[in-house]
């Protein structure tokens, strides 16, 4: 159609009349007071199938159809999404140490970048100073006298005669068995202890009392009667430790030597699952699995025994005994997974005797090292992002150090040790437990580019620290 009939056709329409509306019936006037008919909704449009007349709600015609957005653009979105949230999370511990060693400010941080300076990506909104407490505010622990026990505890072998009854197990093993009530300004929990002395000295788990010396923790023995207690010592690298309450006379635990322990033999837990609603709880079981090895949980060396006998939160730090009620095993229910059933793991009395044995007797468990440093870990993610390898970012120094009059420095990264790969807390604690106090070693290190990305690895050959305690807990 050329131009000239296309307006011909565009002026006859125009010139046409519109339709008049068709005249609507007339409606009967409503009787006064007669109920008024609900509004109904108009109909919907055509193709869409009718829709019942829900009082004041009107059907909003269909949105327009918006063009899809590529895959690849959805991908990068989801992408920078996960990373955007991730670094949030990943930089929220950094940052808080960092406000309360008061760095704040690239010049006085050599080499990696600080992750609180808003020029740097997600950093500077995650700062949570409030979450640091410092000493003047730390709990005031009670004034309990330790007096050093270099006894330690006792294995015995199985007894010969016949196995106890159930109940008389309990009856044997519950005065030995208490509850542990930790607090915190925002927490509170709660746990099993054994009595291991006669003067107050009570076995738990290290996570009973949040790996730490400084935590407010009250005990009750099983005749009702509240005390407060202080923690001698705790070992996070097994979970266990030593609590102290005043006084004497208490009922200690006879233990028993776990290497006589067999598969399919009856085993006893009792604890305080859930709490103090219901301490004293006692459940049955065999021994499932001998020298189990629970993933990480064993990374140290650390094996379990595995039983069927129902070990849930509260249990931790709790007794397992045999049938002649000795104490074979120390209840973990820190490795406990959702995924299993019937799965309950407890520490072997006999390989965790040296371990309460020295803190007893010192408040930490000896032999072990330290290089006297503090710091962080280097994320996945933050390795990516910086270009810098995983391993554990020096943040400190000490003035007595391993690293004293050598070239390291600040916000270097340790890698690796002998050769020996250490990306992870984790990795590095558990590579440090093979050396003694005063061994040398090798130490692979990076230092991060003071652009904030890359950076130059070197080595240093440093002596071994004893570690008194200073990281155990």
Not at 22 to 49: F, L, M, R, V
Not at 369 to 389: C, H, L, N
Request: glycine share 10%; net charge negative; aromatic share 8%.
């Amino acid at each position: 159609m050329d131009e000239f009939e296309r307006e011909q056709n565009e002026t006859a329409e125009e010139a046409q009349p519109e339709a008049a509306p068709a005249a609507e019936p007339a409606q009967p006037e409503p009787a006064e007071n007669a109920p008024q008919p609900a509004p109904t909704s108009p109909q919907p449009p055509y193709g869409y199938p009718p829709q019942p007349p829900y009082p004041y709600y009107t059907y909003p015609r269909p949105a327009p159809q918006k063009s899809k957005m590529p895959l690849g653009l959805k991908i990068l979105i989801i992408v920078m999404s996960v990373l955007f949230a991730g670094s949030v999370i990943g930089f929220a511990v950094y940052g808080a140490y960092t406000a309360v060693t008061n760095y704040s400010t690239p010049s006085q941080k050599p080499g990696i970048p600080n992750f609180l300076d808003p020029e740097f990506p997600y950093g500077g909104e995650e700062d949570e100073e409030e979450d640091f407490v410092p000493e003047d505010d730390l709990p005031e622990l009670p004034d309990i006298e330790i007096i050093p026990n270099a006894e330690g505890i006792v294995l015995h072998s199985v007894p010969g005669g016949e196995e106890l009854e159930i109940s008389a197990v309990y009856d044997k093993v519950i005065p030995s068995t208490v509850l542990v009530i930790t607090e915190t300004d925002t927490a509170s929990g709660t746990g099993t202890g054994i009595i291991a002395t006669q003067d107050g000295y009570i076995i738990t788990n290290s996570h009973v009392v949040l790996n730490s010396r400084s935590v407010s923790v009250q005990v009750k023995t099983n005749d009702g009667t509240l005390h407060d207690a202080v923690v001698v010592g705790c070992d996070k690298t097994t979970d266990l430790a030593v609590l102290k309450i005043e006084g004497t006379g208490y009922t200690p635990a006879e233990f028993g030597d776990s290497n006589d322990l067999y598969m399919g033999q009856w085993v006893l837990a009792i604890g305080n699952p859930g709490g103090e609603q219901f301490s004293g709880s006692l459940t049955r079981g065999i021994i499932s699995g001998l020298n189990r090895s629970v993933g990480s949980y064993s990374a140290n060396g650390m094996t379990y025994i595995q039983t069927d006998a129902a070990i849930n939160p509260g249990n931790s730090g709790g007794p397992l005994v045999n049938l002649y009620g000795q104490v074979v095993g120390i209840s973990s229910a820190k490795i406990v997974s959702e995924q299993y059933e019937g799965m309950g793991f407890a520490i072997p009395i006999t390989g965790a005797q040296h371990i309460i044995n020295d803190l007893l007797s010192g408040g930490y468990v000896q032999g072990r090292v330290r290089f006297g440093i503090k710091g962080t870990a280097v994320t996945e993610m933050q390795s990516a992002m910086y270009d810098v390898p995983q391993g554990f970012l020096i943040s400190e120094i000490d003035e007595v150090s391993s690293f004293t009059d050598t070239d390291v420095q600040e916000y270097d990264i340790i890698t690796a040790i002998d050769d020996v790969e250490t990306p992870t807390l984790d990795a590095l604690s558990n590579a440090l437990l093979s050396y003694s106090p005063g061994d040398s070693v090798r130490v692979s290190l990076f230092r991060p580019n003071e652009n904030g990305k890359g950076g130059e690895a070197f080595e240093v050959t440093v002596t071994l620290l004893e570690d008194k305690g200073e990281t155990q807990g």
